[in-house]
């Protein structure tokens, strides 16, 4: 279980010649500068979110028979990760930029292997099959100069994952 509350990031530099810094200037009395740099490694200026929490459980299971001179192998694994993270990149009491992230992700693997000796044990072999399988939804909510803009020029970035690999060797 992960649960970290106020977790550290250290604002090392402000350019105030960006565009979203131009605007927030310009148009609000709110003035994003260097006075919101961290003055060490242990001081935050934020004001937004800063956390991260969250699960990640898993389970395997090896299995192995012998087969005479043969040994036969089993190695399953399953996994689940769901994770909340919330950030304030800006680093300042003003919102530039806040971000809500949400990860989930579950992963399954299969490996069957074949293994034994011969010529008088001065042969070592292994045969194998290997399959992967891992699905993630990886969605983030970037909260964007709202005391300009209010939450309209708020946006979502959704990604969404699948990888399979199939590997066989010998």
């Given at each position: 279980?992960?649960?970290?509350k106020n977790v550290s990031y250290k604002l090392v530099g402000v350019n105030p010649n960006v565009l979203p810094v131009v605007l927030l200037n310009t148009f609000t009395p709110d003035t994003y500068d260097a006075r919101w740099l961290s003055t060490s490694n242990y001081h935050y200026n934020g004001g937004g979110p800063n956390s991260s929490r969250g699960t990640l459980k898993g389970v395997s299971l090896t299995l192995e028979y012998e087969a005479g001179a043969t040994t036969l192998k089993s190695i399953t694994a399953y996994?689940?990760?769901?994770v909340h993270n919330d950030?304030?990149?800006?680093?300042?009491?003003?919102?530039?930029l806040d971000q809500y992230q949400t990860v989930r992700q579950n992963q399954f693997s299969q490996e069957f292997q074949?293994?034994?000796?011969?010529?008088?044990?001065?042969l070592q072999w292994v045969l194998g099959a290997y399959y992967f399988h891992e699905k993630v939804a990886d969605n983030i909510d970037y909260a964007l100069?709202?005391?300009l803009f209010g939450t309209s020029q708020s946006f979502s970035q959704d990604n969404h994952v699948k990888n399979s690999s199939l590997a066989f060797y010998g």
């Open positions: 279980k992960i649960d970290e996994r689940k990760l769901d950030l304030d990149p800006d680093g300042s009491p003003i919102n530039i074949a293994l034994g000796k011969a010529f008088d044990n001065r100069l709202t005391s």
